[in-house]
Nanobody
Framework: QVQLVQSGGGSVQPGGSLTLACTIP????????IGWFRQAPGKEREGLSC????????FYTDSVKGRFTTSRDHAKNTVYLQMNSLEPEDTAVYYC????????????????????WGQGTQVTVSS
């Protein structure tokens, strides 16, 4: 069983920033494309980003493009989601996930494209 362990999150005012972290086993990070998702109450899980292992290309969904950025620290086996200009609509539980293969296949993809998941972390944006 592959474990993705998330940290970060919390509460922030509108316009603020937060960074989420996801620690992934070395062999998983070395093979799988890594994505970020979120799920707001009463809504379906929404794909936010996917970073290909093969060429490093990163795809973002339109709602977060220009505000959210992914990065990775190989030494720490950790990927990050930097979230800026947060809005109340960004309130959700956020998940990192490892895709079934090394590429994003040109898009963020769907929930079913991902095999392993983090435990989720709450992000609340409120004044």
């Amino acid at each position: 069983q592959v474990q993705l362990v998330q940290s970060g999150g919390g509460s922030v005012q509108p316009g603020g920033s937060l960074t989420l972290a996801c620690t992934i086993p070395h062999y998983t990070l070395g093979y799988h494309a890594i994505g970020w998702f979120r799920q707001a109450p009463g809504k379906e899980r929404e794909g936010l980003s996917c970073r290909s292992r093969s060429d490093g290309r990163t795809f973002y969904t339109d709602s977060v493009k220009g505000r959210f950025t992914t990065s990775r620290d190989h030494a720490k086996n950790t990927v990050y989601l930097q979230m800026n200009s947060l809005e109340p609509e960004d309130t959700a539980v956020y998940y990192c996930a490892a895709r079934g293969g090394p590429t994003c296949e040109g898009s963020v993809g769907r929930e079913s494209d991902y095999t392993y998941w983090g435990q989720g972390t709450q992000v609340t944006v409120s004044s």
